[in-house]
């Protein structure tokens, strides 16, 4: 059951309109590692959490909190629209250098959403679920987690660069703060799971399903051997089963492939050098 209280979770009011900073914060809206997604992915990985209750409570608390940050951008995004209809773009136009200015603003703003927000990219591509991480995997998801935060804390921190604003720098200001609260509960969650089960998800793998030979070989696929200066290399990996392996050159553990020719209702181009 989820409700909803008037008030904003933290403050999302610029000193001015700027519609085409709107365009851009709607990258941390409706992009692939916006608010919505992390919102609809923690949300849906509680939903699915099987009798983990510490860390589903973990994961709701997170996914209700995002609830509240879609909010507070749309809003901002919002008030950064106000006074700022097509009808200013066309007379902007008039003048060529506030008409440059003028003509970055996303004209579905005004047109489509009504001088409001919308859960799309700053390039106006609709959000898209397939953004989102829910694999049932504790482990595997809050990497995912980790992930999801750490871009999006980039990105709100390139926004606070683009901006002068010191309403939306608040307001940026407090989402970066929480992003860093999540990474780290994400990755304190993961160091715990790892005492359980290991650092290789899933832990319930058999080991007869696994050629072990190639589990901690860095193989050298690219030009030089840099990758052979890593400083663990040599060293135990985190697993503990083994020291990682540095094989110089990529080795063929396999014959060369040979397909049958298709049946001819496949209309394939027939084989011309058989003997």
């Known amino acids: 059951m989820f409700t909803h209280k008037k008030e904003l979770q933290f403050h999302a009011k610029p000193e001015r309109p700027d519609p085409v900073y709107a365009k851009k914060l709607q990258e941390i809206l409706g992009g692939q590692f916006g ?61 060529p250098v506030i008409g440059s200015i003028m003509g970055d603003m996303n004209p579905q703003h005004a047109i489509v959403n009504g001088l409001g927000a919308a859960p799309k990219d700053a390039n106006g591509n609709p ?55 999540h990474q780290n509960q994400w990755i304190a969650a993961i160091r715990e799971l790892e005492e359980k089960e290991g650092v290789v998800a899933p832990s319930t793998v058999p080991p007869e399903w696994e050629a072990t030979e190639f589990s901690h070989q860095l193989i050298n696929f690219s030009e030089g051997e840099e990758s052979a200066q890593l400083d663990w290399m040599g060293k135990e990996a985190p697993d503990g089963k083994a020291k990682f392996e540095y094989a110089s050159k990529p080795v063929a553990h396999a014959e060369k492939p040979k397909l049958e020719p298709a049946p001819p209702y496949v209309h394939d181009t027939p084989p011309h050098d058989q003997k």
Do not use: C, P
Not at 136 to 161: C, F, I, K, P, T
Not at 167 to 177: K, Q
């Open 35 to 95: 608010e919505i997604s992390v919102a609809m992915q923690y949300l849906f990985q509680g939903w699915n959490t099987r009798g983990n209750e510490k860390y589903k409570d973990l994961i709701m608390d997170t996914g209700a909190e995002e609830i509240g940050h879609v909010e507070m951008i749309a809003t901002m995004i919002a008030r950064l629209l106000d006074k700022a209809a097509v009808k200013d773009q066309e007379e902007a136009a008039k003048d």
């Open 127 to 181: 959000w898209n679920a397939d953004y989102i991480v829910s694999s049932g995997n504790l482990l595997a998801d809050m990497r995912a987690n980790v992930n999801a935060e750490s871009q999006g804390r980039l990105q709100v921190a390139r926004l606070y660069e683009m901006t002068e604003d010191r309403g939306v720098r608040e307001m940026l200001s407090f989402l970066l703060a929480r992003d860093t609260m």
